[in-house]
């Protein structure tokens, strides 16, 4: 989906806002680079102002069962 936001928070209060890339190769894809400790990441979809248009989904990096995970795939769908 091209143009729409993402907003990623840590467990602590910490925010990134993405919007889609534009290249067409990797249009509605979206870069989160996740370092630090372990922690639980809530992602969501955002509109312009940065209100929340879906429910927000938990990414656990580097805790429970995908704990050696590098890489975290969210694929969004609109309904």
Not at 6 to 22: A, C, H, P, W
Not at 53 to 69: D, N
């Amino acid at each position: 989906m091209p143009d729409v936001s993402l907003r990623l928070t840590d467990e602590y209060g910490n925010q990134q806002i993405q919007t889609s890339k534009k290249v067409a190769s990797e249009a509605g894809r979206y870069d989160f680079p996740l370092f630090g400790p372990p922690r639980r990441f809530f992602l969501s979809v955002v509109d312009p102002q940065g209100r929340p248009l879906s429910p927000a989904v938990e990414i656990p990096h580097g805790v429970g069962s995908t704990a050696e995970a590098k890489c975290h795939w969210a694929d969004w769908q609109r309904q």
